[in-house]
């Protein structure tokens, strides 16, 4: 397994709220750029036959087709406690949640990055954007980034990790899709949501999903 690099970054992010349709999330996110990851058209599932779905996208702490673990939602259990350890009240402090732990197999011998996305396709909602990952890199650590890789914003337009929010008894689908690219993305930490995903889309040559679900 590949060695953690020194230094990785926390990447939980306070509770946003995100646009509350798909029609007005496609178009805050540039139309075709949102399309990468969610139902908005290119790169989804199924619809691009240049995009093998060669890569294996694993968590020792989620599974396939589950509901997405409390921890990694926006009322998880890191808020918790760290609301404990500073005795402050959960209702008058911003809600924070773990990224989760993902590992990734199967990766092009091309490959010269990996990147990551995090999105609910039924939503258009993008959670998470990280980029220029290490090829040899087989898995993220929970709540944590490598200190050479970058986030990049979310459709909360945070460079963080910024957890979904499932409802309970409605039907939700969260995808954390490892992407293959041929090379380096090299855009800066924080890179607007269109650009990253426009730079994704033109660099990848692979990818991999696991999907959170109620249904």
Known sequence: MFPALPFPRITGAPRSTFPGSRAGACAVAAGTAL????????????QN???PDDITVTSPLMQEGQPLP????????????????????DDERIQQAYSPPLSWSGLPDEAGSIALVVDDPQEAQVFW?????????VEL???TVPADAKQGQNSAGESAYNAPCPEEGQAYEYRFTVYALRNPLGLPEG??????????ADQAVARGTLTTSNA
């Open 35 to 46: 399309a990468l990851t969610t139902g908005c058209g290119i790169l989804t599932p199924g």
């Open 191 to 200: 890179a607007s949501l269109s650009a990253s995903l426009e730079a994704i």
């Open 141 to 143: 650590r929970q709540n």
């Open 129 to 137: 954007v990280v980029y220029d990952l290490d090829p040899q890199l």
């Open 49 to 51: 036959g240049d995009m």
């Open 70 to 89: 409390a921890a990694y939602a926006c009322d998880g259990s890191g808020a918790e406690e760290e609301a404990e350890a500073t005795g402050e009240e």
